[in-house]
């Protein structure tokens, strides 16, 4: 019955973090990405017509549960686990981080906005996961004040290069749109974190997240900026600008509900019980989407069990790949915060090799 009860909470927080969403639209860490999306169907649909060949910039995806979060002893503890997470993702240049729960039902799940209530493990750990990938200066506008964030100003900061000084200059600026109408313009104020806003050559709705491109004119006029895609600094001048937080479900939901259009194209699963192959030694193929899940306490196979659509398959069906990363270990338990280090560390010469091919 008490179990019952916690995934019931759990899925009307999550339910609610739609809400969220719509209300700032800041979807997966990045309220413009639906726009991109679209955008990028449309670049890609003209250079096929054009006779240009499209070529997609390989993803680096990352899988964890929520329950980690419910093992921790204390709400500092949460926060603290939480902030080794993202400063993993950040240091390894992830692009996703997949949140999954042990849920049978498959809807949608999600955070109340202003509720100072208990949040579910899956919950907690989206919203920081988020606040933390979000630019300083942009958390005040896009963030409501929240019991769940009360004690992460005693996080070590992500320092990633979309999180800009007030002093520093670059080619592309995370920024908010503002209520603000932009003088003589028909465009829109954005807060990039400057000491002057700038102005954008759309008209947007207020408390939308937008990648900005600033060029080389250091002045700060009335001349109109233009909106680009998240993924813009990436491809263009190879800056890593962040991560996307994703929630599932179950461990299913991760692989149906992939965001790309042809799927992770190589699934790699880690276990105390997987194969042992030395980094060096380990050879994988050319990628577009890569995902490495990594499993709770009780490891990857328990949560394969409790999954509906998954339960009674051995691991090695699910994933091409599934590997010990530390073999010999002294301690009964890696924890999943340890396991993230020590993994994408091993994995960081493979994937260098296979990127080499494309």
């Known amino acids: 019955m008490a179990k019952k009860k916690k995934r019931d909470e759990s899925e009307a927080v999550i339910h609610n973090y739609n809400k969220v969403d719509t209300e700032i639209e800041f979807v997966n860490g990045h309220s413009h990405k639906e726009d991109d999306k679209k955008k990028s169907k449309k670049k890609k649909r003209e250079k096929e017509q054009n006779g240009v060949q499209l070529k997609e910039r390989p993803t680096i995806s990352i899988a964890l549960p929520g329950s980690v ?3 921790t002893q204390s709400f500092e503890l ?3 686990l939480a902030g080794q997470i993202a400063r993993a993702a950040t240091i390894f ?3 996703e981080i997949v949140v999954f729960d042990n849920s049978v039902d498959d809807s949608s799940v999600t955070m109340a906005d202003n509720s ?3 949040e579910s493990g899956s919950a907690f750990l989206i919203r920081i996961l988020r606040y933390l990938e979000t630019p300083q200066y942009l958390r005040k506008s896009l ?5 769940s964030l009360r004690c992460v100003g005693l996080l070590p900061p992500l320092d ?3 999180h800009l000084r007030k002093h520093e200059w670059a080619p592309y600026r995370e920024g908010v749109t503002l209520k603000e109408h932009a003088p003589n313009s028909a465009g829109t104020l954005v807060d990039v974190g400057l000491s002057k806003n700038v102005v954008i050559d759309q008209v947007l709705e207020p408390g939308r997240r937008v990648t900005v491109a600033m060029g080389t004119n250091r002045h700060l006029d009335d001349q109109p900026r233009q909106v680009v895609s998240s993924s813009k600094p990436r491809e263009e001048v190879g800056l890593y600008w962040g ?3 994703r929630y599932a479900a179950n461990i299913s939901s991760v692989f149906q509900c992939c965001p790309y259009t042809d799927g992770y194209d190589h699934l790699i699963g880690t276990s105390e019980h997987g194969l042992f192959v030395k980094s060096s030694d380990l050879t994988l193929p050319s990628f577009r989407h890569l995902l490495i899940a990594f499993g709770g306490l009780a490891g990857l196979e328990e949560c394969i069990e409790e999954d509906r659509i998954m339960k009674g398959k051995n691991p090695r069906e699910i994933f091409d790949s599934y590997l010990n990363t530390c073999p010999n270990q ?3 338990t890696i924890r999943t915060e340890e396991a993230l280090f020590i993994s994408l560390q091993y994995f960081q010469e493979p994937i260098n090799r296979a990127l080499q091919d494309l």
């Open 78 to 80: 949460a926060t603290r």
């Open 160 to 162: 990633a290069p979309h």
């Open 69 to 71: 979060i419910d093992n």
């Open 330 to 332: 002294g301690s009964r």
């Open 116 to 118: 100072d209530e208990n």
């Open 243 to 245: 991560y996307n937080v």
């Open 143 to 147: 963030f409501p004040r929240h019991n």
């Open 93 to 95: 240049r992830i692009d």
